[in-house]
């Protein structure tokens, strides 16, 4: 993982920059392990070691980190999983509309994410991404694991003619395999 955040790192200082500093700050692990006790959870291995990389990106900024989407700061991203485990049973009367294992890492400002999956809901693969779409029951598994969703990040980089980046930073190849999908409900 050290090495596909590295490499992530100099991909987004060379090549953006401007996006590049609107990143927050790593997180220590300490802040780290007060959030995990103020919200009663354990964090994986690599989602700490993200947010050990950049805590997210500031509230300010619009672009994309990824698939038209924002890097989610750890409280936040926290607070939105405690916030959407709440509503299961009540607002959410579909099966796997939201998982409590899931956390939501990356969003598109419409109430959508790419969320790591601590559980492995659908496949049994513990911390596979998957997006969570808030109005229509897809639950895409899109990597089988948050390296290998940076690695594609840094594939994308590798490959992409700075020249033709967007404002979205789609990407276009998933491993083999991927997406697959699934509905909740």
């Known amino acids: 993982m050290h090495h596909t955040l590295t ?5 987004l200082s060379q090549l953006r920059p401007e996006f590049y500093a609107s990143l927050n700050a790593p997180l220590t692990e300490e802040a780290i392990a007060a959030l995990e006790k103020s919200y009663g959870i354990t964090l994986p291995a690599d989602v700490k070691a993200l947010y050990q990389w950049k805590n997210g990106q500031r509230d300010d900024c ?6 038209n989407s ?4 750890l409280q936040e991203a926290l607070e939105i999983a405690k916030e959407l485990t709440g509503m299961i049973g009540y607002d959410f009367e579909a099966e796997n509309w939201w998982h409590a294992a899931w956390i939501p ?3 598109n400002g419409g109430g959508d994410y790419i969320c790591y999956d601590a559980e492995g809901l659908f496949t049994g693969d513990k911390g596979q991404l998957l997006e969570f779409w808030h109005t229509d029951g897809d639950r895409n ?3 089988p694991g948050l390296e290998a969703f940076l690695q594609l990040i840094n594939q994308y980089y590798a490959g992409t003619d700075p020249a033709t980046f967007d404002e979205f930073f789609t990407l ?4 083999e395999g991927y997406p697959q999908r699934f509905y909740a409900g």
């Open 70 to 73: 924002a890097f989610v700061p």
């Open 62 to 67: 619009y672009e994309a980190f990824v698939n």
């Open 105 to 107: 890492l990356f969003h």
């Open 172 to 175: 276009e190849r998933y491993p």
């Open 7 to 11: 490499t992530l790192d100099q991909h």
């Open 141 to 143: 598994v899109i990597a």
